[in-house]
């Protein structure tokens, strides 16, 4: 694991600095983490949860989504942000809250070329693929609402996409005159496929949530509206409802007849809001 992701790394058990030795990240406590042939290492605290995380064939149904360019606006929209917030002179790491496959932290370290970054996620499988996202890139699996492994102070760049989000952390891991981007989704985000499909749809009350969620509430926040359309052959509409919170909610054989009769080409609605703080 790169030298520079473990010096703003703490123990989950007790929040004492890490260093690594050999195959494991040890505390002067004697707490040891075993780091991963993967390069990712667990960081789960005594009181962590795992049973919401997202399994290998939804990081696998993402991934062929993310590579395809298909949330290209999303992406392009999270650098465009950070290239106005005038981080220059704020030194730090780039986190990635909910990092999935690392595809997302892995555009922003291609603009941040003096920074390493570190995704963090409750999901194994995500941690696997985000541990290999990008030259610069760590990976640790963590339960943000068992406290962040991170060092106080230590990022100067915050990102969560389509992810929960602790905002009490948030404020602690961040550096003084750091940013945190949030993506969320709208209602009208792949408004096409929600019924037929029974996805999840937006919770209206999700905006006034996310304030609440993000810590000071006396810190300005701005919104920037991203809407752009796709067409998508029938195994794209599957990987969008299979990588997600959807995934599972219908039976396979009932997605399966449902797939099967989708035109070659379905056009389906993206649309996010990105929150600078």
Known sequence: ????????????????????????????????????????????????????????????????????GLFRPVADAIREEIAKAGLEDVEGAVVDLGTGTGWYLAGVLDDQPDRVGLGV????????????????????????????????????LMINVFSPRNGEEIDRIR??????????????????????FDMISVDPDKEERLGQTLGDEDEASEARKVEWQMELEPEQVRDLIEMGPSAGRIGPEKLESLVSALPDKSGVSGSVQVWVR
Not at 27 to 32: E, K
Not at 123 to 151: E, L, T
Not at 175 to 182: E, H, I, N, Y
């Open 1 to 68: 694991m790169l030298a520079d992701v473990v010096d703003i790394l703490i123990c989950p058990h007790c929040g004492g600095d890490l260093r690594q030795n050999g195959a494991s990240l040890i505390c002067s406590n004697g707490h040891t983490n075993n780091i991963a042939r993967q390069g990712y290492v667990s960081l789960l605290g005594s009181h962590s949860g795992t049973h919401t995380a997202d399994s290998a064939p939804m990081l696998e149904a993402r991934d062929r989504i993310l590579t395809a």
């Open 121 to 156: 996620d409750n999901s194994k499988f995500a941690a696997r693929r985000a541990a290999k996202a990008h030259p610069r890139a760590g990976a640790v699996v963590a339960d943000i609402w068992d406290g962040i492994p991170v060092k106080t102070g230590s990022a100067a």
């Open 175 to 196: 550096a003084d005159g750091g940013r945190l981007v949030v993506v969320t989704p709208t209602g009208d985000h792949l408004k096409e496929l929600i019924q037929p």
